[in-house]
């Protein structure tokens, strides 16, 4: 079992470029999460699913897509990226809501 | 979702215990009590998740008072591999409830040798 893997693990972009990260799962789970953290700070969570064919905003949504493409991969989207977006993205997973969440080791992402 | 305060750092030498305590004055009745782990460059481990008194595992016990208002996460004798941020959270756990859970600044536990 891989648990959690996340693509890429490091990534710069300038300032109005997109890119997706990538986050699958292999441990058959419903729920799927993606968080940021900023330095020195906790995890806020972004976007989430429930179950395959659902998402739902957390506590920092703007300037972010998520697609839940399959109950195995969940991706995040950064249509036009910002400075602000410069953070540390975890991705995880879990059996359903309330259990144990299993981490992603995180991307780590610099906008100039 | 309920609030969480902890300490912001704590320092320890190996072998002792440490306690962290955390505070949830607003937990709801079904709300969980759950407990993370971050080293550095790496995501959150969960170590331990309880509702009331006590739990024990291989790695900790926690430890609920009857009003559930707070909370204490105990690590038997620690060694310097246990270096890390700590984080408490409630939610709704166990599969009942809440999807999101709310991560705070954590506890950064130093171990010194």
């Known amino acids: 079992n891989a648990g959690v893997t996340q693509t890429p693990k490091f990534q710069v972009l300038k300032t109005g470029q997109s890119m997706t990260l990538q986050c699958a799962q292999d441990?058959?789970?419903?729920?799927m999460y993606w968080y940021r953290q900023d330095p020195g700070m906790g995890l806020r969570l972004i976007y989430y699913?429930?179950?395959?064919?659902?998402?739902d905003k957390g506590e920092v949504p703007n300037g972010y897509n998520v697609s839940r493409l399959n109950k195995r991969e969940f991706s995040l989207r950064l249509e036009s990226a910002a400075p602000s977006q410069t953070s540390v993205y975890f991705c995880?997973?879990?059996?359903?809501?309330?259990?144990?969440?299993?981490f992603g080791p995180g991307t780590r992402l610099t906008v100039l | 979702l309920a609030k969480t305060t902890q300490p912001i750092s704590m320092d320890s030498y190996e072998g002792q215990e440490v306690n962290i305590t955390c505070s949830h004055n607003n937990i709801a009745t079904n709300d969980y009590i759950t407990w993370y782990q971050q080293f550095p460059s790496q995501g959150p481990r969960f170590i331990i998740q309880g509702y009331k008194t006590k739990v024990t595992n291989e790695v900790a016990s926690l430890f609920i008072p009857a009003d559930r208002k707070s909370s204490t996460l105990s690590l038997p004798r620690v060694s310097l591999s246990d270096t890390a941020v700590y984080y408490c959270?409630?939610?709704?756990?166990?599969?009942?409830?809440?999807?999101?859970?709310?991560f705070g600044k954590g506890t950064k536990l130093s171990v010194i040798p």
């Open positions: 995880a997973s879990c059996r359903d809501r309330g259990n144990e969440q299993f």
């Open positions: 699913s429930a179950s395959e064919g659902t998402t």
């Open positions: 959270l409630v939610g709704e756990g166990s599969g009942a409830g809440s999807y999101q859970l709310t």
């Open positions: 441990m058959n789970h419903n729920s």
